[in-house]
């Protein structure tokens, strides 16, 4: 009955259930997946919960309209991934690029789609570009390299890219026309930042650094302002073109593995 009243936000097929829970930022296999935070109390949430059905083999328990969607918007597909000697490792329904390589799980694909993301050849498994509105690919009889090359050419030249998303599982951040080139190794310096701006982290810094106990003053502040510095404005160049703004979700991707 709820099924029919609140939305399912997952890629399964199941069970929705609705509960009180302080902490519900878990996935575990009795109870599911958070659905949705529908009222935070403070001391306690009240939640909508998501069990995927238990499946016989041979059966998935995956919403195929949802791989329909993930796979109409997203560039991906949802296929086997094989790793190891021989292949002996095998993950069923993986999100995969159009030639086989491996990008995530359905989460991942699912959560592609929700964000409008779209998958990026250059760097799959790390970076998305992450689009204004979706607009279906134009399927063509030639390559996939010129499939995507298309798509991006076309979302471009319609102004429809929004920014470049770099991620891991530890994080992530977009990168746009006028942000800043991430540069891991950057230092900042109040001249290549207009000061106002260069003030206000400043200040940031100041008071994150006196709250601080010993420990993070080591390990989150040891190294200056920069802690307190978004990724997309912590780097000397400013970004340009998009070539440059994939550049810089590249990097983050990496720093952060």
């Not at 095998?90 to 592609?112: M, P, Q, R």
Request: glycine residues 8%.
């Amino acid at each position: 009955m709820i099924e029919k009243l609140i939305k399912n936000r997952t890629p399964y097929l199941g069970k929705m259930v609705l509960k009180f829970e302080k902490n519900p930022y878990y996935t575990s296999g009795k109870d599911g997946k958070l659905n949705k935070v529908h009222l935070n109390l403070g001391f306690t949430k009240l939640v909508t919960r998501f069990k995927p059905k238990q499946v016989m083999e041979g059966y998935s328990n995956i919403d195929p309209k949802k791989i329909e969607l993930i796979e109409k918007y997203t560039g991906g597909v949802i296929g086997t991934h094989t790793f190891g000697k021989d292949d002996e490792y095998i993950l069923d329904n993986s999100f995969l690029t159009k030639d086989g390589v491996y990008i995530g799980d359905i989460d991942t694909a699912w959560w592609y789609y929700i964000n409008k993301f779209y998958v990026c050849k250059e760097y799959p498994h790390g970076v998305a570009i992450k689009l204004k509105s979706y607009e279906p690919t134009i399927v063509l009889k030639n390559s996939i390299e010129d499939e995507y090359e298309n798509f991006v050419t076309e979302q471009i030249e319609n102004d429809n890219i929004e920014s470049y998303h770099g991620y891991t599982h530890r994080g992530g951040s977009t990168f746009k026309i006028g942000d800043r080139l991430f540069d891991a190794e950057y230092m900042p310096v109040v001249d290549d930042y207009d000061r106002k701006e260069f003030e206000k982290y400043w200040e940031k810094y100041g008071k994150s650094y006196s709250k601080a106990d010993d420990f993070d003053k080591k390990s989150i502040y040891g190294d200056g302002i920069k802690a307190v510095i978004p990724f997309n404005r912590r780097g000397k160049q400013v970004i340009k073109d998009w070539d440059q703004a994939r550049q810089a979700a590249i990097n983050i991707s990496k720093d952060l593995s």
